[in-house]
C-alpha cells in the first residue's frame, strides 16, 4: 500500500518534470488578457494605434505608428487593417 503510493506520487513528479521541459503552451486565457491590454476601447479589433499606445504603456516608446501599422499588417490575415483576436490568437501560438 505505502509502495504503490510512492509509485503513484513519483510518476506523478516524473509527468510534472516533463511538463515543465516541454515548450510552453499558448494559453487562450492569457492571450485573451494580453488582447485586452492592446485594445483599448475593448472592440474586439487592434488598431495600429491601440498598438502604438499598448507599448507605449508598456515602455517602448520606439514603436512608431509605420511600425505599428507593420506589425498589425502582418498579423492581419483578413486585410481589414486591424487585428481582431482570431489573428492575434494564431499569431501567439506559432
Ligand atoms: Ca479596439
Ligand atoms: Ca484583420
Avoid at 61 to 87: Q, W, Y
Wanted: hydrophobic residues 40%; negative net charge; proline residues 4%.
Amino acid at each position: 500500500m505505502y509502495a504503490g503510493q510512492f509509485t503513484s506520487r513519483f510518476r506523478h513528479r516524473d509527468r510534472l518534470r516533463h511538463d515543465e521541459g516541454a515548450p510552453p503552451v499558448a494559453d487562450i486565457e492569457q492571450a485573451k488578457a494580453t488582447f485586452a491590454k492592446f485594445d483599448a476601447d475593448g472592440d474586439g479589433r487592434v488598431t495600429p494605434d491601440e498598438f502604438k499606445s499598448a507599448m507605449a504603456a508598456m515602455g517602448d516608446h520606439l514603436v512608431t505608428g509605420p511600425m505599428a501599422e507593420a506589425v498589425i499588417k502582418a498579423k492581419d490575415s483578413d486585410g481589414d487593417g486591424l487585428m481582431s483576436f482570431d489573428e492575434f490568437w494564431t499569431s501567439v501560438q506559432g
